[in-house]
């Protein structure tokens, strides 16, 4: 198959094929234990656990446990690998043990977790990492068997602006974090990001701060935006570096006038998740 002509020419066309083939088991899986949750596991915790607060708390619990299951069944059969760091770019921080550094995600509450978006598994990597996250979902999903779990699970982007603004903010209100991708979309393998302002306009309604997290890595050809099925990385393993960045405090802006203080926010967090001015801003939510 035809490489992109940025990545490197195959290395090995049987390990290459093997990951190819493992990439797909990988959904297969996924496919099947999401159907299994669906239509079993989560009714049933609908029916025994009460009230509806109760169950979106445990809900999110069981999906995060699922993720990482998923991770380290696709790490297991050598597709992917998985970095945690605190404070830079890549690799674990200094002094830090892998648990510590784990719990400092898990232990994070009322953040809004703002990510760039370089392939299909990101949001899989940080609900593992998030046990009590809530998210933003396409309104597509609401179409899907999975609409009516996701529904009263997490937040749909298909309502108005303040609707969604006030969603989210209580659900911040009541401790847990919210997964945001700025980009909307899968970060375009070529040319510049386009950052919308909606992550700095929730964090200074709401108070809380932005928790800039780099997803960065290997290439991850095959997981992007418009890649084939039958794409992987023509060298390596999926390698997942997830760094988080330093908070960004909605206080710091609030002398700035409104809309001066979302996009120096805005600006900021680009900064994190797009270093070298690989980004651009949308004059959208």
Request: net charge positive; hydrophobic share 40%; glycine share 8%.
């Amino acid at each position: 198959m035809a490489i992109p002509s940025d990545l490197p020419p195959i290395s090995n066309r049987a390990l290459y094929a093997y990951r190819v083939f493992g990439k797909w088991l990988s959904f297969f899986y996924f496919g099947i234990t999401t159907l299994i949750l669906l239509i079993l596991i989560f009714p049933i915790m609908r029916l025994t656990i009460h009230p509806k607060e109760r169950f979106r708390k445990y809900g999110r619990r069981f999906i995060s446990a699922s993720m990482r299951v998923f991770i380290r069944v696709m790490s297991a059969i050598g597709i992917l690998k998985f970095e945690l760091s605190i404070g830079i770019t890549g690799g674990n921080s200094g002094g830090n043990s892998d648990g510590s550094i784990r719990s400092s995600y898990k232990n994070l509450k009322s953040k809004i977790i703002a990510a760039n978006h370089p392939s299909l598994l990101d949001v899989i990597m940080l609900l593992s990492l998030f046990p009590n996250a809530d998210c933003i979902v396409n309104a597509y999903v609401k179409r899907s068997i999975a609409g009516g779990v996701v529904s009263q699970l997490y937040i749909f982007n298909s309502l108005d602006f303040d609707e969604l603004s006030r969603a989210c903010t209580e659900s911040l209100a009541q401790g847990n974090c919210l997964i945001i991708f700025p980009e909307g979309t899968r970060t375009p393998r070529q040319g510049k990001a386009i950052v919308k302002k909606g992550a700095a306009r929730f964090a200074l309604a709401s108070g809380c701060g932005i928790i800039p997290i780099h997803i960065g890595g290997t290439d991850k050809y095959g997981l992007g935006k418009k890649d084939p099925w039958t794409g992987f990385n023509p060298t390596e393993k999926y390698v997942y570096r997830i760094a988080m960045k330093p908070e960004l405090d909605p206080s710091r802006y609030r002398e700035l006038p409104g809309p001066a203080a979302v996009i120096a926010m805005t600006k900021d967090l680009s900064a994190n998740l797009f270093p070298g001015n690989q980004s651009k801003l949308l004059h959208a939510r």
